[in-house]
Structure formats: C-alpha cells, structure tokens
C-alpha cells in the first residue's frame, strides 16, 4: 500500500515544460527587431537649390559635382568616371572641403534609382549636403 | 508535506507571443502612413527616423498622392502648402517609384520646395542582408 502511494506521487504532472514556448517568443522578437528596418521605409535628406546659379561661388572650396548623363556615363567636376572610380575619389574630395556638399545634376531622361544610388554613395563616403541642381528650362 | 504553489505564466507567455504577432502585422502599416505601393529605390543611407511626416507619393504610373489622397500635380503646391501651414518644419517624404524619370521627381521637390518646406527627404528602403 505504501509503495502505490509513492508511485503515484512520482507520476503526478510537474507542471508545462515552457522553455520551448519561451525560445519560440524570444526567436520571434529578435526576428522582428532583425528585420523590421526592411520593412520601413527610410530616407537620404535632399536640398533643392532650384535653378542653377550661374556665376561662380564667393567662398573658394573644394567642389564636388556630379552630372549623370542618358547614357549612364557619370561625370565628376566635368570628367567622366566610372561608378567604381568615382567611390574612390569621393572620400578624397570631401575631405578636402570645407562645406562637404555634393551637388548632382541629370539629364533629362536619367532614371530616379541612378540619382539615388549616386547620392547614397556620396552620403556613405561622407557628404554632408546633398542638392540636386534643376536646369532652367 | 505541503506543495509550494506555483505561478501558472503560460497565459502570459501566450499574451506576450499575441501581441508580439499583432505588432509585427500593424506596425509597418501605422508607421508608413500611406497604403501605396511604391517600389522605392534602395539605399544604404537612413537619415530619416520615425516622425509625423507629409508623404508625396509618386508610382510608376504617374499618379501622384499626398497621404495617399490623390491629387493632380497642379494641386500638389496649395495641397502641401495647406498642410504646411500646420507645421512649417514638418518633414516632406518624397516616395517615388525607382523607375520613374529623375526629372518627374526634381518636379515634386521643386513644388514642393517653393512652398517653403524646410526638411525634404527621398524616401529608400534598405537592401537586403544590410
């Protein structure tokens, strides 16, 4: 009698094992802290000067302007280079001017994405202003 | 012998995994203001935080929204300037589809821009595995 007691007592339920439970939520946080920055939207911080300014600048410094054409070539300060060349020379320029403002111009059928990656580059290479420049029509 | 009482946490843990679900369904849809699809361009570079924003939303097909309110792009100046008037340092989100001209977008920002917004960002996603 006394052993069926005891048995008994070893098969009584000790209670929900939750660790898998608690795994399982804590895995679904971290997932979602991981990749809730692809699902928002985030933004590059553009000015738009307008019109371009003819004449030059009163203050003498480093400049960096870009100018992509139609046909995808990219120029910098009047030179063509390539994307590669141009992630290069960016770093070099900037750190030599003072106000570090990039200054991208297009033609006039050059797609939305190829400005964006250009200014995305200049930000990454550590431009503190960007303008895009609008030709006077 | 008497048995300690345990706490039973499995409601909790079973609210706490809830509500970590629905947050992951609502939130990008009370954060990006606008239901719009758009294929935006993708960048590396995120200035922008989470804040109150005015969004102009420009698809691939020539549509244009503000708030996802369409509107024609005559509108778009007395539009953002009504809305301006509000918050004259609110941040103009410019949410144009990769594909579409540069020059369509310089536009907008020009519009936009001429009705005295002070902060104006393009809006980009990040690319996958960043």
């Known amino acids: 009698m006394r052993r069926h007691r005891r048995l008994k007592f070893e098969h009584e339920p000790q209670g929900l094992i939750l660790n898998s439970l608690v795994d399982i939520a804590l895995s679904l946080v971290i997932g979602f802290i991981v990749t809730i920055p692809l699902f928002f939207e985030s933004g590059i911080f553009v000015n738009t000067p307008g019109v371009a300014k003819a004449g030059a600048s009163d203050v003498s410094d480093i400049k960096v302007n870009i100018h992509l054409l139609d046909d995808g070539s990219i120029l910098l300060n009047e030179e063509i280079v390539s994307y590669e060349r141009l992630a290069e020379l960016l770093p070099e320029l900037l750190a030599r001017s003072v106000a570090r403002k990039v200054i991208v111009s297009t033609d006039a059928n050059v797609r939305y994405e190829q400005v964006v990656t250009v200014l995305d580059l200049a930000k990454q290479k550590g431009a503190g202003q960007l303008a895009l420049l609008r030709s006077k029509r | ?130």
Do not use: W
């Not at chain 2, 929204?65 to 792009?73: R, S, W």
């Open chain 2, 1 to 130: 012998m008497k048995r300690m009482a345990n706490i039973d946490i499995l409601p909790m843990a079973c609210v706490g995994l809830i509500l970590v679900l629905v947050m992951m369904v609502i939130a990008p849809m009370v954060m990006t203001h606008t239901q719009t699809h758009v294929d935006v361009p993708m960048a590396h570079t995120a200035e922008t935080k989470t804040e109150e924003n005015l969004t102009i939303t420009y698809t691939n097909e020539g549509r244009l929204l503000v708030n996802d309110m369409e509107i024609l792009p005559s509108e778009l100046g007395q539009v953002i300037a009504a809305e301006l008037e509000k918050d004259p340092f609110q941040l103009v989100i410019v949410r144009a589809d990769k594909d579409v001209l540069h020059n369509d977008v310089l536009e907008i920002l020009a519009s936009v821009k001429q009705v005295g917004a002070k902060r104006i960002a393009c809006a980009t996603k990040k690319p996958k595995g960043d």
